[in-house]
């Protein structure tokens, strides 16, 4: 006990001692990010790999990008309650969750929850802890009561009570926190009000303080927070000694107790685990929370703060999970809080909280003391320095408002940085230099007077080696402390060629001792070894890069000057070829750059207020750091520092982040990204382990959710996918780690995605799915085969019908033909007979009068008429004559006509000998020439004139019209018969004209 009491007191000395300090970075999610609630009991890793979360509203499963949530309701095939208490996973992958109404089973790969009632109190149904142990059993405490399940019944059922005395019950009832199966397997570990109670599952007995009075690890002290260590050990809170104690469950010998009482006093135990560096992350019923190094002795506390979002995200926390890369994860009641102390690429030192002289300032100018490295800082706002002490907290305030009045009876200004020369620190300010006395905490003017100079006001010096560089308006003063003497340098030109006037800010000396400046905007300036200042103007492109100006210089170890511009971006000039390269937006570097600086393996940092880049000029890749802090705030200065150590310091408005390079070489443990989910046509299908999934015709739109746990605030990286059958190439993924296709054709395609570092340092397997979607019945292969074979038959039915119906069509065509033509050649035929009565009678008519006055014409008017009848007898069956035979027949009528019309009838033949060959029907031209003779008026005095010509491959009978008004013998059909009769012996129509004067008729020739 006296050893206890040195050991508590010493612990509560050093806690003390250590409790300001904090090096603990956290990365929250919440209902924003898509949690079913942010106040969380439960974080369950399962076999998987993904995460199940108990909240106080519901149960969510998360992929490290994704979360899906399930909430009870009326649905038959959901849990009874959405207070989800405690959650694990038995060796089917089962995942089963106690609830504040019970228990339920939730059948992943079903997709089906199954819901138990315990056996216990209709008020005492509040399940706080549920375990499924190594031989497949699951057990469960309410509130009352200690519950095991029984497989073949499909029910739970009650173990041996730890108190048979129901009024006590209550004080034996197992903690929130309070179950755990001893390592062996052999037996299970409650912490009650009552102490530690172990059960023997071969002995099925419960050991106690009443049964075992004689061990020291059995008490009857009210103990919680039960856990076990990762070195086998089980740890609890005794919340009557405010002791945190460890003990060899196979032994029962006390190994570890912390007392906290001093520095988390009036508490009682909520949480407590162990991490894999011997940290206990504890959390109390008091909203205390505290990381305990119990081996090194140092505690440190942590605490939700509203305005900090890099705190953790509540004020107490349920369970801690440590995942293989070291995160520890927090169910806490604000959210998942995520941190890892051991990896994380960066630290925040809060100065302005911690020294209350300057809570209304903020931080400017930056140094690191040459003599112990401790910071030295100037406030802004409320102007002042700090002397800061990083390994205690400690610091010194030295208030600039008190300083001494200068030659010019200036006090000093507000400082810009703190300088150094013989060990003694220097605050740089527009007024001038003071120097500042740690002693008395008096800031003194620095007026240096050179040896063969007038007095020059500076304000500002570099010590480099022997030497002493002060910047003056008038040009550099370069000191030699041994020699005690100096020279006045400057450009020997006082105007630039664009106008500028050079100045002399604060030199930079680069790797080999050359003293660089910026003497305006667009140019650069270096001093020689004579002496001289030399000047360089840069500008390529005035109207993108005199936008801005450079605010930071620094070179490399291959001797490259590198820049930050604000307004521009980041600059890189090789002073051996003297040549200027930008870096602006299309690097991904922004153009609000404020400072930049290469660390001692050549990568670039870069900052801009709250942001960080790190640009890796071998590999041509850069990561982004986004701090979120402070990002509403613009109205202060970045400054940028590289440490003995290689850390990367810089200032953000109160506060001085910490940048470890040398954790960027650090990878996380590869494993493969998660695919969690596939909403196929808007309906999500949860994944478990599938690598292969049948899809219908119908489910061709994809939407691919995936994630991983790799922690992308340590681990900067991207996701890659492709889909094979679909992509050509590698596609990246946006901050929605979802890859959507829509409209995709039937057939295989194969999912793949995998991580891939942002410097492609390194990358994870692939996941893999393949999937199927089923061709239609209308678009598979056997499918047209049959509609081939369908058509093919179909086409030789139709064929053969076609052409038995074809072979009808022809045959009633045929008789049709004959049918018209025997109509044709009646029609015809009675036409020609027509001749006969009409004719035979005008023309003995004519004869009888002939005979009577001139013998010899009635003769030759007799012979006429019977050549007439000797041609009609001739070709009375012939289709068709020769146009020839039928001028030399119509010749014979015209005379005749004329014989008895006189100057009547005029007839006008004009036919060329060429035409002679063709054919018309018999008779043709007589009929056309006797129906102008029967509608026309014939008189010598207005005769009837009858053009007969060859037109078109047409024989044209045109005549002039002066028609009688009563016509003899004309049934008007004599025109129709003729042009039916010519639809037939030609494929040339008849065609017929009639205007005011003539009538004409052309007859095609065949």
Request: aromatic share 14%; proline share 4%.
């Amino acid at each position: 006990m006296r050893v206890y009491l040195i050991i508590s007191i010493y612990l509560l000395a050093f806690f003390e001692l250590h409790s300001q300090s904090s090096g603990f970075i956290f990365h929250n999610i919440g209902e924003r990010q898509g949690l079913s609630f942010n106040y969380s009991y439960r974080i369950l890793k399962d076999s998987h790999g993904l995460l199940w979360i108990g909240t106080v509203n519901g149960l969510s499963r998360f992929d490290g990008n994704h979360f899906y949530n399930f909430k009870s309701g009326n649905d038959t095939n959901a849990f009874m309650n959405n207070e989800i208490l405690d959650l694990c996973e038995d060796r089917d992958g089962n995942i089963w969750g106690g609830t504040a109404s019970g228990i339920f089973c939730y059948q992943v790969k079903k997709n089906k929850f199954i819901n138990y009632i315990p056996p216990t109190l209709d008020f005492a149904r509040r399940v706080q802890n549920i375990l499924c142990d190594r031989e497949g059993d699951i057990w469960a405490s309410t509130e009352w009561n200690i519950v095991k399940f029984n497989k073949q019944k499909k029910v739970f059922e009650e173990i041996e009570p730890l108190t048979r005395n129901k009024d006590s019950l209550r004080n034996y009832s197992v903690r929130q926190n309070g179950l755990v199966e001893d390592p062996s397997g052999k037996g299970l570990w409650f912490a009650t009000r009552t102490g530690l109670h172990y059960y023997s599952k071969d002995e099925k007995k419960f050991y106690g303080y009443r049964n075992q009075p004689g061990d020291s690890l059995f008490t009857n002290h009210s103990v919680a927070a039960l856990s076990l260590a990762p070195g086998g050990y089980l740890w609890f809170f005794d919340n009557l000694t405010k002791n945190i104690i460890a003990f060899d469950p196979a032994t029962h010998k006390i190994l570890h107790q912390v007392y906290v009482g001093s520095a988390m006093p009036e508490t009682n135990g909520q949480t407590v685990f162990e991490d894999s560096n011997h940290r206990l992350w504890v959390s109390t019923w008091n909203n205390r929370m505290a990381v305990i190094d119990y081996q090194k002795n140092n505690f440190t506390i942590i605490a939700y703060k509203n305005d900090n979002p890099l705190s953790v995200a509540g004020d107490g926390f349920w369970d801690a999970w440590e995942d293989d890369d070291k995160n520890i994860w927090l169910a806490t009641d604000g959210g998942i809080s995520k941190c890892n102390y051991s990896k994380n690429i960066y630290s925040i030192i809060p100065i302005v909280e911690n020294i209350p002289e300057i809570k209304n300032g903020w931080l400017g100018g930056f140094s690191i003391d040459p003599r112990d490295k401790s910071w030295w800082l100037a406030s802004e706002g409320h102007v002042a320095v700090i002397h800061y002490y990083p390994a205690s907290g400690k610091y010194q305030y030295f208030d600039v408002s008190k300083s001494e009045k200068n030659i010019a009876g200036q006090k000093a200004g507000p400082v810009f940085r703190v300088g150094f020369m013989d060990g003694q620190p220097y605050a740089f300010t527009h007024t001038g230099v003071w120097r500042i006395n740690e002693k008395t905490k008096q800031l003194i003017p620095s007026e240096k007077k050179f040896q063969n100079l007038p007095y020059i006001p500076y304000n500002y010096f570099v010590e480099h080696g022997n030497d002493v560089w002060f910047s003056t308006n008038e040009g550099f003063i370069k000191w030699n402390k041994v020699l005690n003497n100096a020279i006045k340098i400057k450009s020997s030109v006082d105007s630039l060629p664009d106008g500028q006037r050079p100045v002399y800010g604060a030199p930079y000396f680069d790797s080999a001792g050359r003293p660089w400046f910026i003497p305006a905007f667009g140019w650069l300036g270096y001093v020689n070894k004579q002496n001289e200042v030399i000047l360089k103007y840069y500008i390529k492109n005035k109207a993108k890069e005199l936008s801005g100006y450079l605010t930071s210089m620094a070179d490399d170890k291959q001797g490259n000057l590198w820049m930050a511009a604000a307004g521009i971006g980041l600059y890189k000039y090789d002073t051996r070829k003297e040549e200027m390269h930008l870096f602006s937006q299309s690097n991904e570097i922004t153009s609000f750059a404020r400072q930049a600086m290469p660390d001692r393996d050549g990568r670039i940092w870069i900052v801009a207020m709250n942001k960080f880049s790190v640009y890796n000029p071998t590999t041509n890749s850069i990561s982004h750091y986004n701090l979120p802090v402070y990002e509403n705030t613009l109205s202060y200065a970045n400054s940028l520092l590289q440490d003995s150590d290689g850390a990367m310091l810089s200032t953000v408005y109160k506060d001085v982040v910490k940048f470890m390079p040398e954790r960027l070489h650090l990878k996380p443990v590869v494993k493969g990204p998660l695919l969690s989910m596939i909403k196929i046509s808007g309906k999500d299908k949860l994944i478990v382990d599938e690598t292969r999934l049948n899809l219908e015709p119908d489910q061709s739109s994809l939407e691919f959710n995936f994630g991983s746990l790799i922690n992308t605030q340590i681990f900067p990286y991207t996701f890659e996918f492709k889909l094979d059958g679909f992509d050509k190439n590698w596609m990246t993924a946006n901050t929605s780690a979802a890859a959507l296709y829509n409209n995709l054709n039937p057939g295989k395609y194969t999912f793949r995605v995998k991580v891939v570092a942002k410097d492609r340092s390194w990358q994870t397997p692939e996941r893999v799915i393949t999937l199927y979607i089923r061709t239609p019945f209308y678009k598979a292969w056997w499918f047209w085969l049959i509609i081939g074979v369908l058509l093919a038959g179909a086409l030789v039915f139709f064929y053969r019908f076609r052409m038995h119906k074809q072979k009808q069509i022809l045959t009633l065509k045929t008789k049709a033909q004959e049918l018209e033509k025997e109509k044709t050649m009646v029609m015809y035929e009675s036409l020609k007979q027509q001749l006969n009565p009409h004719f035979l009678f005008n023309s003995l008519t004519s004869l009888s009068g002939l005979i009577e006055t001139n013998q010899q014409v009635a003769g030759d008017f007799l012979e006429q008429m019977s050549g007439i009848y000797r041609y009609i007898l001739k070709n009375g069956d012939n289709e068709t004559v020769f146009l020839k035979d039928e001028i030399e027949f119509v010749q014979l009528y015209i005379n005749l006509q004329q014989t008895r019309f006189k100057k009547g009838l005029q007839v006008n033949m004009n036919v060329p000998d060429e035409f002679l060959h063709y054919k018309i029907a018999p008779v043709t031209l007589q009929n056309l020439i006797e129906n102008a003779i029967k509608h026309n008026i014939i008189d010598t005095a207005s005769p009837l004139v009858i053009d007969i010509f060859i037109e078109d491959d047409y024989l044209v009978v045109k005549n002039n019209l002066q028609k009688k008004n009563v016509v003899e013998t004309s049934n008007k059909k004599g025109l129709a018969q003729f042009a039916s009769l010519y639809r037939y012996l030609s494929s040339q129509p008849v065609l017929i004209e009639e205007t005011a004067q003539t009538f004409q008729i052309k007859i095609p020739l065949i």
